[in-house]
């Protein structure tokens, strides 16, 4: 959707404005380039809770992995943007005293966050939950 967007506002703002022709057609090359880097930024998310620590990754074309310990945990952050909310994900956050001091797993199905929250830290997000967190419709 962000692709066709700005392809339509550049289209306008060239036709009204004057621009160069490279611009239209330079936006036409980055929306068909956009399920390219989809489909790379989707093989580059994962996440798992192995032994003592909570695994993260994610990224494009740069591809970002953290590794924290469980026992570093201080916090969740359950988020969902529009988008990410018809499509049942959400972002999870861990909270932490140290380093970056959050560390996101990206585009998670809103169960699965729930779970690997759990999973990470037993009942620290306990306290915070509905049925409507637990259970995706």
């Known amino acids: 959707v962000a692709p ?7 289209a306008v703002v060239g036709w009204s404005q004057g621009l160069p022709g490279w611009i239209p057609a330079a936006l036409v090359v980055l929306l068909a380039l956009s399920p390219v880097l989809a489909a790379d930024r989707y093989r580059g998310l994962g996440h798992a809770v192995v032994g003592g620590y909570l695994v993260a990754s994610s990224g494009s074309l740069a591809r ?12 969740w952050n359950l988020e969902q ?18 380093g970056d001091e959050a560390y996101e797993v990206l585009d998670v199905p809103l169960p699965e966050a729930v779970r690997l929250a759990e999973e ?3 009942g620290l997000l306990q306290p915070f939950l509905t049925d409507a967190t637990t259970r995706h419709t």
């Open 4 to 10: 066709l967007l700005v392809l339509a506002v550049g």
């Open 64 to 75: 970002e992995r953290s590794v924290l310990e469980r026992d570093g945990i201080i916090g």
């Open 81 to 98: 943007t529009f988008f990410q909310r018809r499509a049942g994900l959400a972002t999870l956050t861990a909270t932490t005293a140290a």
């Open 120 to 122: 990470a830290v037993p």
